[in-house]
T-cell receptor, first 118, second 114 residues
Framework: AQKITQTQPGMFVQEKEAVTLDCTYDTSDPSYGLFWYKQPSSGEMIFLIYQGSYDQQNATEGRYSLNFQKARKSANLVISASQLGDSAMYFCAMREANRGSTLGRLYFGRGTQLTVWP | NAGVTQTPKFQVLKTGQSMTLQCAQDMNHEYMSWYRQDPGMGLRLIHYSVGAGITDQGEVPNGYNVSRSTTEDFPLRLLSAAPSQTSVYFC?????????????FGSGTRLTVV
């Protein structure tokens, strides 16, 4: 079973609008961390935002926020006021804390290609 | 600068050739991993290590070998390259412990096997 599911292969948004990128996850570990990475066309992986399973508040980092719905096992990334430079591939990922042999492994979704148009 | 260093950045191999992708980190991270990225597939784990002398297989280990003789280095070996190994390879490292510690990624190696 997929640990991380991103159901949107591609998304389009107009500059200055907000956009939500979906991510659902699957784990039975009570302690886990959720990450979003951005991969621009240059190829590097850029860390954007983190949410811990025990965090009461949704994480925010500048224009990025994470809509964390624990019961639904979803961790959607919200980008406010999109900019042309936000055009990139976005990956959701999860790290489990207490899973024995899988400890320390990072599971990725297949990614969402975001295109911001003027 | 502290971080994860991958070499080479680009490589073209002929089918059947062997090569080693190098990965080094200077953050004293216990965990190191190799991923491959293919279009539409996200990043898939090849091999990982939880410390010097300890390695294990990930999702797609066939055709690759690893070893970890030091904390800093985690090379990935292709023994006999195949066109199916054409991909972008990322090395990543993280600290042992809580799940809130993120991964640091290298800049990637784009490998083409012809």
């Amino acid at each position: 079973a997929q640990k991380i599911t991103q159901t949107q292969p591609g998304m389009f948004v107009q500059e200055k609008e907000a956009v939500t990128l979906d991510c659902t996850y699957d784990t039975s570990d009570p302690s886990y961390g959720l990450f979003w990475y951005k991969q621009p066309s240059s190829g590097e992986m850029i860390f954007l935002i983190y949410q811990g399973s025990y965090d009461q508040q949704n994480a925010t980092e500048g224009r990025y926020s994470l809509n964390f719905q624990k019961a639904r096992k979803s961790a959607n990334l919200v980008i406010s006021a999109s900019q042309l430079g936000d055009s990139a591939m976005y990956f959701c990922a999860m790290r489990e804390a207490n899973r024995g042999s899988t400890l320390g492994r990072l599971y990725f979704g297949r990614g969402t290609q975001l295109t911001v148009w003027p | 600068n502290a971080g994860v260093t991958q070499t080479p950045k680009f490589q073209v191999l002929k089918t059947g050739q062997s090569m080693t992708l190098q990965c080094a980190q200077d953050m004293n991270h216990e965990y190191m991993s190799w991923y491959r990225q293919d279009p539409g597939m996200g990043l898939r784990l090849i091999h990982y290590s939880v410390g010097a002398g300890i390695t294990d297989q990930g999702e797609v280990p066939n055709g690759y070998n690893v070893s970890r003789s030091t904390t800093e280095d985690f090379p990935l070996r292709l023994l006999s390259a195949a066109p199916s190994q054409t991909s972008v390879y990322f090395c990543a490292s993280t600290r042992e412990g809580a799940s809130n510690y993120g991964y640091t990624f290298g800049s990637g190696t784009r490998l083409t096997v012809v």
